[in-house]
């Protein structure tokens, strides 16, 4: 077995330690929590790493490009808007609105607000 860690076990520890801490009451380590060091692969640090209980979910559905994309984007950046993805993924907000729809029925996203302002982030469990 092979791991993308640059330094000892000890190393390992304090940086996982000291991203729960950074993240307490978020219920999610982000990848910008953990500070990992320069020498770190840049193949992992591209990587965003879905929680556990959303691949589970992955597995039983099948998404399409913009709802994996939407994903990744709400764990990444945070809340996202219908506006802000449409424009991204050069869509209309219809389309955007169907692929957010899956994921909401999927109870892989979470809607706050019935407005203009609504937004959606990852469903914490």
């Not at 801490?21 to 982000?30: N, Q």
């Amino acid at each position: 077995m092979s791991y993308c860690w640059p330094g000892n076990v000890r190393e390992l520890e304090h940086t996982i330690s000291r991203a729960i801490i950074l993240s307490a009451g978020k219920g999610l380590i982000r990848l910008k929590d953990l500070e990992l060091p320069e020498t770190f692969p840049e193949k992992v640090l591209k990587e965003e790493i879905l929680p556990l209980h959303i691949q589970k979910k992955l597995k039983e559905i099948n998404l399409n490009t913009h709802q994996r994309e939407i994903l990744k984007l709400a764990l990444g950046k945070g809340p996202v808007t219908s506006l802000q993805l449409s424009q991204l993924f050069n869509v209309t907000e219809q389309q955007i609105r169907k692929d957010l729809k899956l994921l909401l029925e999927k109870d892989l996203l979470e809607k706050n607000g019935t407005t203009k302002g609504t937004y959606y982030i990852l469903r914490k469990s």
